[in-house]
Nanobody, 116 residues
Framework: QVQLVESGGGVVQPGGSLKLSCAAF????????MGWYHQSPGQQRELVAA???????YYDTSVKGRFTISKDGARDTVYLQMNNLNYKDTAVYYC??????????WGQGTQVTVSS
């Protein structure tokens, strides 16, 4: 059974940093496109950053230069380093592992709140 377990969310002041982790069980992160999505209340879930199987990296323009996605194949863990956070970054962040339409897995989400 595949499980993606996120951690690292919390409350941070504007300008602060957080590092999210996504531990994968039942799959190898090296074999999947691994991504981080966020979802604010009343909004659609949106892709923030992704790392493809061959290593190509994508960032949404809203986070480019502030967020860094990385993966550790030995630990089957994906990270999202988030710096210079602002109020618009407040959301639930979900880890995603995608290979095909039927091999598409989600974590339970972790809340990130940017508040002064």
């Amino acid at each position: 059974q595949v499980q993606l377990v996120e951690s690292g969310g919390g409350v941070v002041q504007p300008g602060g940093s957080l590092k999210l982790s996504c531990a994968a069980f039942g799959i190898s992160v090296s074999n999947y496109r691994m991504g981080w999505y966020h979802q604010s209340p009343g909004q659609q879930r949106e892709l923030v950053a992704a790392v493809h199987r061959a290593g190509q990296i994508y960032y949404d323009t809203s986070v480019k230069g502030r967020f860094t996605i990385s993966k550790d194949g030995a630990r089957d863990t994906v990270y999202l380093q988030m710096n210079n956070l602002n109020y618009k970054d407040t959301a639930v962040y979900y880890c995603n592992a995608w290979l095909t339409e039927s091999l598409n897995h989600w974590g339970q989400g972790t809340q990130v709140t940017v508040s002064s």
